[in-house]
């Protein structure tokens, strides 16, 4: 995502999003029911992006906590400018790839992961979010049975995301032309507008994490 870089955006964000802005998240670690002041269950979206997925999302459900993880912070400044009383979701200026140490053992219910950047450089394809170190991470922070749901427009990404997921996680609902259902609780994100509009085609999967140790 292409962004102009603003100074001051960080205080501005603060401004906005007051105490839903989490400026210490490890602090949080294995205590991010005190965030939300209860035991609902969290799901955590890693490139939020400009949020139009997270906020409609948790407006939807009052009983889920979410948390949207956006490292640029022009970009999470556009998330917070959709906030509004949402009481059950937070907002994470970080990497993804600092995962455990925010969130502690089976903390998080699930994962998703939307139109994540393809990064085409084999050089580069430890960054992809779906890549052995992040899955590694994912493993850990998630429930047994927690999922991953994942959604792109990029073929590549996709099939190098079904073999780094196919050696320990469970895959369902795989589709390679994925149109919205009432069966699968989902959001329209922004990229994904942007790409239905040209044509292109939405691969989606879940993966569920069935813990080490165990057969697949
Ligand atoms: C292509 S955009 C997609 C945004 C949004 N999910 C959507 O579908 O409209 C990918 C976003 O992920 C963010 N991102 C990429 N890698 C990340 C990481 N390791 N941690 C946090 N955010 C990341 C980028 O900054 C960018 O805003």
């Known amino acids: 995502m292409r962004v102009r870089n603003i100074k001051g955006i960080e205080n501005e964000i603060k401004k906005i999003a007051g105490d839903k802005l989490i400026l210490k998240p490890e602090d949080y670690r294995g205590r ?7 035991n609902n269950p969290i799901f955590i979206e890693i490139g939020c992006g400009r949020g139009q997925f997270i906020t409609e999302l948790s407006r939807m459900n009052k009983d889920i906590n979410y948390i949207a993880i956006e490292k640029i912070k022009e970009v999470l400044y556009k998330t917070a400018l959709k906030l509004d009383n949402d009481n059950n979701l937070r907002l994470l200026l970080t990497d993804g790839k ?3 140490e925010i969130f502690d053992e089976n903390e998080i ?16 394809h ?17 429930k047994k049975n ?19 997921l196919a050696k320990k996680w469970n895959l369902e609902n795989i ?17 994904e507008t942007k790409f ?5 085609l939405i691969y989606r999967l ?3 994490n069935i813990k080490e140790g165990e057969q697949k």
């Open 109 to 124: 219910d699930g994962i998703y992961l939307n139109f994540s950047d393809p990064w085409p450089k084999k050089r580069h």
């Open 146 to 164: 927690g999922r991953i749901n994942f959604k792109t427009d990029n073929l590549i990404l996709f099939e190098y995301s079904l073999n780094t």
């Open 196 to 200: 239905r509009k040209k044509g292109k």
């Open 32 to 38: 991010w029911y005190k965030i939300f002041g209860n």
């Open 98 to 100: 600092l995962l455990t």
């Open 175 to 191: 589709s390679l032309n994925y149109i919205h259902s009432k069966e699968i609780i989902d959001i329209e994100t922004e990229y």
């Open 126 to 142: 430890k960054r992809r979010l779906t890549s052995n170190e992040f899955l590694n991470q994912y493993e850990r922070v998630l």
């Open 206 to 208: 879940e993966a569920v």
